[in-house]
């Protein structure tokens, strides 16, 4: 899945691609790079961002995603978890609903399930403003898979197919680097659940504070080394900036998993 956010603020890639011609020719660049999907993100989750109205995040995505769906073949995804939004996207041509909340809104759920859209279910240890003030847990990996199969079955009963559910534990979303080495390690229960799993470690802060990294665009080998494990493991998308490397990471990790 390759990664187009459309914000000023996003900690990769803000402000790259607000000119909506140069995010078009950004996102059908992935897609012939060898992206499956793409994810359009109008809102920025860094640690520490601000919630963005619906009216602007539909302003800013709609019209790309309604230029996209016309140009590329491959499914495209809203990264939203205002219904309002992924209501908006989907009448232009978006057939999944990226929500890192989980879904905690019924009206997301509904909607997932009337419009026959796939989904992502994130989680995430309080909101973006204030995830990673202190996170704790006794079991990360038994506390993020617990989470995410409760939204999943809600999901579920709001008529959503369990084909289309993905579960996301949120790398680096009220995390810290140990946490997130912890899941990772663990990735193999998600890929165990039942459920089709995202995993989106690209570029993150963890994979600087390991490498020691400090520009996210320089922490391309650290996400590769994520991907490599996370397609081994089985986990079905992987949620990247730097879509032709990690075709390649994907590509070399299957052909050596699946012998």
Do not use: W
């Not at 080495?181 to 989106?200: A, H, K, M, N």
């Amino acid at each position: 899945m390759g990664v187009l956010n459309v914000t000023p603020d996003s900690f990769s890639d803000g402000g790259q691609f607000l000119d909506p011609a140069a995010a078009v020719e950004h996102g059908m660049r992935m897609a012939a790079e060898g992206a499956a999907s793409l994810d359009i993100g109008p809102e920025s989750s860094r640690p520490g961002s601000q919630r963005v109205s619906a009216d602007e995040q539909i302003r800013r995505a709609v019209p790309i995603i309604e230029r996209l769906a016309a140009k590329v073949s491959i499914p495209i995804s809203i990264d939203t978890s205002l219904p309002e939004v992924a209501k908006a996207a989907i009448d232009v041509g978006a057939s999944i609903i990226n929500d890192i909340t989980g879904m905690v809104d019924p009206r997301m759920r509904e909607l997932a399930a009337g419009r026959g859209a796939a989904t992502v279910l994130m989680h995430m240890l309080g909101t973006p403003d204030t995830m990673q003030a202190d996170p704790s847990y006794e079991d990360v990996t038994g506390e993020v898979l617990g989470f995410l199969l409760e939204r999943a079955r809600m999901a579920e009963r709001a008529g959503v197919s369990r084909e289309r559910i993905f579960l996301d534990p949120g790398i680096g979303f009220g995390k810290t680097t140990e946490h997130n080495l912890q899941l990772l390690q663990d990735i193999g229960r998600f890929v165990e659940s039942g459920y089709r799993v995202l995993v989106g470690t690209s570029r993150k802060r963890f994979l600087g504070q390991i490498t020691g990294r400090e520009k996210p665009a320089d922490r391309v080998f650290g996400t590769a080394a994520t991907v490599a494990l996370c397609a081994a493991a089985g986990v079905s998308i992987v949620r990247v900036h730097d879509v032709a490397p990690m075709v390649d990471v994907v590509r070399v990790a299957k052909a050596i998993s699946t012998r």
